[in-house]
Structures are given as C-alpha cells and as structure tokens.
C-alpha cells in the first residue's frame, strides 16, 4: 500500500493536473481593489504585507483547530526577513500589528465584492413563486474578555458579565445558504436596527422571510423598496390590529394596519396606515397563526405556497449552526482582543464560510440535488485538503487524487430530509454539557 501511494504521489508531481479549486474563487485583484478603496494597502515592505493579512484573516476563518500563528506559518504567507535561505517563524506581534493596521473595512469591502461575484450561485429561484427566497435572523458571538471589548460590546446581562458579545443580523439565501449579508455591532443594539443596514445587500426578484421579532412598519416597507420586485413574508403577531379591505378567498384577505405615532415620529416620511395581505391557516397547530406579507397578488402567489414558504426561514438556522458548531468547531469565543479585529475576524470567518458554501453549491449541480443535500463537514475538510496541498505545492497545482475526491459526489450528498416527523420541527435543542439529576 506504501508503494502504491509513493507511486501515486510521484505521477501526480510529474502529471500534476490544475483543476479548478473554489479556493481560488477570490480573485487577487478584488483583494487589491479593496484595500486601495480603503486606503489600507502597504507602502512600504513588511513581513506581513496587507494582502497577505486579508488570506491570514480569511484562513482563520476556516482552520479553527490552529492557533493563528500556526494559521500563518502552515500557509507560508509571512515574507522571509532575508532573501537567504534561513527560514524563521513569524512572531505574534506582526500578525497582531498587521491586523490592527488592515482593520476591518477591507474585509467587509472584500465581502461585498465577492457576493455581487457569486450571487448567481448564490440565488436560485423558486420554481413556483418565481422569487428568490431569502431569510433574514440574528445571532451572538462571544468575545474574549478584554478591557477594550468591553466598552465597545457591552454584555447580554446587566449582573452577570461572564464575556462580551457581538450581536450579528444575517442575510442568507435560502436555497444555497450562502450569506448575501451582515451586519454586526454591540449586544445592546437591536436585530430591527441591524436588519436595517441590510437594506443595500437586498437583491432584486426576492421574497425575505422574517421572524415575528423584525414585526416593524418601517422595515418591511423600506424593504420593498430596496430593490426592484423585493418582497417580504412574516408570522403575524396575536394582538394585530387590522381592517380588512378585500376578501380573495378563505382566509386570504387584503389588509390594511395603523402605524404607531412613535414610529412616525422615528420617521416623518411613513404614512398614517399601511396595507398588506394577510394569509391564516384554517386549523393553526402552534403558535404560527398566518402571515401578512407584501405578495398581494393571489394568482400569481397562491395562498397555499404562502403557507409553506415560510418554513424554509428554517434554513439561516441551519446555516448558522453550521458556523459555530462545525466551521468554528463549538469555540464559541473569538479570538481577538480588540474591537476591530473583532468584527474583522468575523468578516473572514463569513467569507470562508461562503466558500465552503460555493464548493457545495458546485458539489450539488454535479450530483442534480439540491445544494442543502450536501454535507458541510465533507466540504470543509475537502477545501481545507486543498489548502494544505496549495500551501506545499511550488507551482500552486494540486493532485490528481484529489480532483479523483472532488468528483467522487456520492461521498457528499446526505440523505433526503424525513417526511414522516410526527412532531413539527418547532425549536432546536441544544443539548446541556451538563449531566441530567432527577428525583425520585
């Protein structure tokens, strides 16, 4: 067996075959056009220039299980201090200098430009909306204790400060869970106020789906204006106050709602009452009642995908677990200590994470099944594979091996979701670190 792999790795050095790898998907000159947009690019000649600390930041992202050191060491990004053939490891103080001067504005930059770049892998449209289907949901990070995170996060609770944290809103595409948006600031800032810096990162011909909590006039109609045929779909509250204006059918009417003084005095150019439609279940099994949404027209969105559409808001959950517990593998705390490199490191870690996600958008047209069949963990360790051969590679080739691993699909695709649940899926469970006493 030995052999064999010497053998093999000996063909693949001679006959290297360069296949197209999702990690070369970020292009240099994106990079480039980023730091200059920022005024973050390098001058003069450093151990780690600022191109090199955008990939540290991005690899970070990605190789949870390795210090950063370790990160910037096993990808040789750092420049050797002489041009001899004396080799040295780069001290924790470059790569804390690096990306105190680099900042976060060339991540986000970088974020941007690489979305408008795949977002026709990232969208796909509903077959019989015809919409791209978004969802929209907020999340926290914890950050290390550090004077300075402190003052800029705050913390959740007012008695108990165990950690800062960082509340993130996120925009996700539901059919490829791949990230469109962000938008991230102290814990005490809330997820309707964050929900609306997504403004700009909507996209046109979409349908986002809200949880109850973004239940805000002032958000949902600026949403629809955002972009050309943008639309949204959210669960109605208990205490709704509405009137109705016409009846479509059953439970399908059109609506018309009051706007609080307090949100027309945030802002002047809301009017007095608003309409939408509004769609209910004929027998609700939980707390989910019916929606209102801006899909007013019933023939050409019926009632009964309406119903079903909204389930799949699901997907941004999966999405952001998929962040913490296996990209991030349940570290649940960043790792930098300052404010800045905060919400840098998170940058990296959402751009990596879209590139798992490109990687499996492409595993799935392969295979024809849908990009959420394919397994996140195959795909990370596939792409981290590739990182490591392109770091040892001279001329930046990989194997033939392991193009013989990317189109073996099957090892990739998970099993079609159950059908057959004799509970609707209602909340995730997390389970306790701790074990369960129960009395007698």
């Known amino acids: 067996m030995l052999v064999d792999e010497l053998n093999q790795a000996h063909e693949t050095i001679e006959n290297s075959s360069n296949y197209e790898s999702v990690v070369n998907a970020i292009e240099m000159e994106w990079i480039e056009q980023a730091l ?18 955008v990939w540290l930041v ?15 060491s096993s990808l040789d990004l750092a420049l050797q201090p002489q041009p001899e053939n004396s080799w040295s490891r780069v001290a924790p103080s470059v790569l804390t200098d690096s990306r105190r001067r680099l900042d976060e504005a060339p991540l986000a930059a970088l974020f941007k430009t690489a979305i408008s770049a795949w977002e026709a892998d990232a969208l796909q449209l509903n077959s019989v909306l015809n919409l791209n289907v978004l969802a929209v949901d907020g999340t926290t990070f914890r950050c290390p204790d550090s004077k300075e995170n402190a003052e800029s996060f705050g913390f959740i609770s007012k008695s108990y400060k165990p950690y800062p944290q960082l509340r993130l809103v996120g925009l996700m595409a539901a059919e490829t869970r ?83 003084p ?4 945030k802002n002047s150019e809301l009017p007095a009452r608003w309409q939408a439609r509004l769609v209910l279940y004929k027998d609700p099994a939980g707390e989910i009642e019916g929606f209102i949404t801006s899909l007013a027209d019933p023939n050409q969105y019926p009632l009964e995908e309406l119903l079903r559409i909204y389930w799949q808001r699901w997907e941004i959950e999966e999405g952001f677990g998929e962040i913490k517990q296996t990209q991030l593998q349940s570290e649940v705390t960043l790792r930098s200590r300052f404010p800045s490199g905060v919400k840098q490191e998170l940058w990296g870690v959402l751009l990596a994470y879209n590139l798992v996600r490109l990687e499996m958008v492409q595993i799935a047209a392969d295979a024809d099944v849908k990009p959420t069949r394919v ?26 091996k392991l193009k013989q691993m990317r189109e073996a699909v099957s090892h990739f695709i998970l099993p079609d979701k159950r059908k057959d649940r004799t509970f609707p899926r209602s909340v995730l469970f997390v389970p306790s670190k701790y074990p369960f006493r129960y009395k007698r």
């Not at 011909?205 to 239940?215: A, I, Q």
């Not at 397994?375 to 033939?400: C, E, H, V, Y």
């Open 178 to 260: 791949m990230m469109l948006g962000a938008s991230f600031d102290a814990c005490n800032v809330g997820e309707v106020t964050l929900a609306h810096r997504l403004l700009t990162d909507v996209p046109a011909n979409s349908l986002t789906l809200f949880d109850r909590c973004y239940f805000s006039a002032d958000l949902l109609i600026n949403w629809q204006e955002a972009a050309v045929n943008s639309h949204w779909l959210t669960p109605i509250k208990r205490k709704l106050r509405y009137e109705v204006i016409e009846e479509y059918a059953d439970n399908d009417m059109l609506i018309e709602m009051p706007i609080s």
């Open 375 to 400: 397994s996140f963990t195959a795909a990370i360790n596939l792409i981290d594979t590739q990182l490591r051969w392109l770091a040892l590679s001279p001329d930046g080739t990989l194997p033939a």
């Open 262 to 265: 307090q949100a027309r005095k």
């Open 36 to 53: 200059h947009n920022t005024n973050k690019a390098s001058i003069r000649r450093r151990r780690l220039p600022a191109q090199q600390a």
């Open 58 to 72: 991005i690899w970070m992202g990605l190789q949870r299980n390795k210090s950063i050191k370790e990160v910037c």
